[in-house]
């Protein structure tokens, strides 16, 4: 199956700031998908990550708030700019293997604190 | 209506019983449900999936599917308190670009 990094694992940062998460497969992928999980809630998606082209986002979800980039099958980053403390959550990237359907396999997550 | 609807729980079972847990979804047109399990502090793991009506097995764990009534259940075995996670359904619709649609989750506490 699959192999799913994202760095970093987890990060603190300042409100006003912007962090880049960054995931990566060890295997081509057909998609990729950026999800938040507010503690104790269920997942939440913010885009779909495209190859080569722009990210396709969800009600609520802005590019300029989220830039996503996806450079090639088996990388892609989510940026959340301008950050305030309601950006605190936890950050999962997830893929659909090539030959695969539907089912969808999960990073290990970054977990995002804004003070 | 949620699209997707799961009892939040908590669930309590004693160790060794049967643990059922039931999602219901509104989408007629939907194809392919999925159980995903979640432990406190990880990112869900993908532990079955089910396309056709009827029963799929794989170990402990059985989904069953009844696309008449709209709702997709997971029954677990022998509950083991390392079963203790949040349970999370997932559908998907056809030409839905291949996103999910999540339930909220079902605590599951398996008591030893």
Redesign the interface.
Known sequence: SAVISQKPSRDICQRGTSLTIQCQVDSQV??M?WYRQQPG???T?IA?ANQGSEA?YESGFVIDKFPISRPNLTFSTLTVSNMSPEDSSIY?CSV?RAGG?????????TRLTVT | QKEVEQNSGPLSVPEGAIASLNCTYSDRGSQ?F?WYRQYSG?????IM?IYSNGDKEDGRFTAQLNKASQYVSLLIRDSQPSDSATY?C?V?RAGN????I????TSLAVNP
Do not use: D, H, I
């Open positions: 057909t998609m998908f809630q269920s997942l998606l779909t396709t999962l659909v359907n539907y089912e969808q396999y999960f990073g290990p997550g | 392919s999925f990880k990112s869900p793991e993908l999936f999370l997932a998907a670009n291949r996103k999910l999540w339930g909220l989750g």
